[in-house]
Nanobody, 126 residues
Framework: QVQLVESGGGSVQAGGSLRLSCVAS????????MGWFRQAPGKQREWVAN????????YYTDPVKDRFTISQDNAKNTVYLQMNSLKPEDTGLYYC???????????????????WGQGTQVTVSS
């Protein structure tokens, strides 16, 4: 059974940084894509970034480019989202998601993913 567990959320002031982690278990294939999404109150779930585990290719939504970095540690089955220069509009519940199998590319639709974590809250104050 695939499980995803996020951590690292919190409350920061604008301009601050946070690093989210997502520990995955229940699968061993490197042909997977891991994504981060976020959802603000009253809004739809929004794709933030995804990474292809085998090649390490990364993809980002425009509002977070040059501020967020998605990375992975395959030995630890962990995906990270380093968030710098945070803005109030980055506030939301951040979810980790897994697409299995996957062969690379951008996957920005929540329906592209097969498994989801419970989310970790990020709050950025001005």
């Amino acid at each position: 059974q695939v499980q995803l567990v996020e951590s690292g959320g919190g409350s920061v002031q604008a301009g601050g940084s946070l690093r989210l982690s997502c520990v995955a278990s229940g699968y061993t294939s490197s042909r997977n894509c891991m994504g981060w999404f976020r959802q603000a109150p009253g809004k739809q779930r929004e794709w933030v970034a995804n990474i292809y585990a085998r090649g390490g290719s990364t993809y980002y939504t425009d509002p977070v480019k040059d501020r967020f970095t998605i990375s992975q540690d395959n030995a630890k089955n962990t995906v990270y989202l380093q968030m710098n220069s945070l803005k109030p509009e980055d506030t939301g519940l951040y979810y980790c998601a897994a697409k299995l199998p996957c062969y690379g590319g951008t996957f920005s639709n929540p329906s592209d993913y097969d498994y989801w974590g419970q989310g970790t809250q990020v709050t950025v104050s001005s």
